[in-house]
């Protein structure tokens, strides 16, 4: 069985809520260790230039939160829009990893082009038939803009660029578990 992304995205107004789902063939640990490693996300996640995390915190039952800065840009066709978020994330190992942004520069647009950015990775460890470790990445995000983009291309934006980084998110998942994947887009 492939790598498959799954991907839906829903507009309302100036919000967009997407919910995506991928595949893996690769134990929760592998995965978690993957989509948590903020210092290697600029390797192989498109957009990431940088990524660090500034705090730390442990919180009771071995959860954490952290405050995170990614700088990098949005693509779509020929734009592309430098992007500075601060991110403050919970952690519950192996389980989620809930983000919200607390601050954005968009280069010319600063905070004016995004209300609101919340995403979420939940992990679903489950077996294949010949008992292989699997895990269910499903992702889901709520974006929020100040402004409305033009018809339909936010939702094509906001997919395009949710399928590119959970294709590399697999990717290095399989780099890491040391097998090739053959990840696609299914709508």
């Known amino acids: 069985m492939s790598d498959e992304v799954t991907v839906e995205v829903r507009r309302s107004g100036r919000s967009f809520e997407a919910a995506a789902r991928l595949d893996l063939a690769a134990d929760a640990q592998t995965v978690w260790d ?3 490693d903020y210092s290697a996300m600029c390797r192989f996640l498109p957009g990431i ?19 995170v ?3 990098g840009e949005f693509r779509f066709l020929l734009f592309a829009q430098s ?16 983000a919200k942004a607390t601050s954005f520069d968009l280069g010319l647009f600063k905070r004016r082009a995004i209300d609101v950015f919340e995403g979420r990775y939940e ?12 895990t269910q990445l499903r992702y889901t995000s709520l974006i929020a ?5 033009p018809p339909a291309i936010g939702s094509i934006a906001i997919r395009q660029n949710l399928v590119a980084q959970l294709q590399a998110v697999a990717q290095e998942v399989a780099r890491r578990g040391d097998r090739t994947p053959a990840p ?3 709508r």
């Open 34 to 36: 993957t989509i948590t």
């Open 49 to 67: 230039r940088a990524c660090r995390v500034l705090e730390r915190h442990a919180l009771p039952g071995g959860a954490e939160r952290l405050v």
């Open 69 to 71: 800065e990614q700088c």
């Open 83 to 98: 992007i500075q978020v601060m991110l403050d994330i919970d952690h519950q190992p192996l389980h989620v990893a809930d």
């Open 123 to 134: 992990l679903t460890p489950q077996k294949s038939r010949r008992g292989a470790p699997r």
């Open 145 to 149: 803009l100040h402004l409305p983009p």
């Open 184 to 186: 696609r887009a299914r």
